[in-house]
């Protein structure tokens, strides 16, 4: 990849289904692994569709002071230092809203206010748990003000009716990821993705271009494994994207991220 061994200088990692199981803690082995990378040099970017609030405790059980945090897919750019962000890429959610509510109109929808928590209009899985304070509001109040995503949640629906109906959603100003678990999908500014975030991040860090590695697990790591110089999906993650990244490591339970830091970064 570089120079050292050919050791990535930029290591974007994924949080949920990559780094740890959703909902449970990371290995020793892995957090011994991200420590490693990071006391060779290496940038280490926790790169997530969490938000600031839910990353925060991410780095905590990393041991990460220093450095960068991708939080929202890319649209939060997060200092992780001072635990806070310092660029927030938001758009009006107002036209999505529309958009969305003509083809299903009992969807809960829910807009992330950054480092506070969450207006939506209703309740929505824990998956949906961005963390800080949750009010349930109408439409009016949800879209009127920018915010860095949309979530949407479709209780009635199916997840394969869903991806259907989403082939008829325009959006010019937005783009949209769908779950890989569940009727749910995440809308952000047209461009903006986890894989955009890094390369303006490599470019600001002057990094080479091919001493990058990214490893994730869902569809919303597609941009970011095509970015990197070296892409690595978990063996948990759906065909289409093990299919698309050059390598697939162990499952997550089976420590599959340490499996690939350890090439390069011993403990």
Do not use: Q
Request: charged share 20%.
């Amino acid at each position: 990849m570089s120079d050292n061994g050919g050791a990535p200088e930029l290591i974007a990692l994924d949080v949920d289904g990559t780094l740890m199981p959703t909902g449970e803690p990371m290995s020793e082995r892995v957090v011994a692994a991200v420590h490693a990378a990071v006391a060779a040099g290496a940038h280490v970017v926790v790169t997530t569709g969490r938000t600031v609030l839910k990353t925060r405790p991410v780095l905590a059980e990393l041991g990460l002071v220093a450095g960068h945090a991708l939080c929202s897919n890319g649209a939060v750019h997060m200092d992780v230092a001072g635990g806070h962000p310092v660029a927030v890429h938001a758009f009006d959610p107002a036209p999505a809203v529309r958009a969305l509510r003509d083809l299903f109109p009992e969807m809960i929808l829910a807009v992330e206010r950054v480092g506070i928590g969450t207006w939506a209009t209703g309740f929505s899985p824990g998956e949906y748990d961005v963390g800080g304070e949750y009010l349930v509001v109408d439409d009016r109040t949800l879209c009127s003000a920018p915010t860095p995503r949309l979530n949407g949640w479709w209780p009635e629906g199916s997840t394969e009716e869903l991806r259907r109906l989403l082939t008829f959603l325009r959006v010019p100003d937005a783009s949209w990821v769908y779950g890989e678990y569940g009727p749910w999908l995440t809308v952000s500014r047209h461009g903006v993705s986890k894989g955009w975030a890094l390369e303006r991040l490599r470019t600001a860090l002057g990094v080479p271009a091919a001493a990058t590695l990214a490893i994730g697990d869902g569809y919303n790591d597609r941009e970011m494994l095509t970015w990197a110089a070296h892409s690595v999906a978990m063996a948990n993650g759906p065909a289409e994207i093990r299919d698309l990244a050059d390598e697939v490591t162990a499952d997550v339970t089976a420590d599959g991220v340490a499996k690939i830091l350890e090439r390069w970064f011993r403990p």
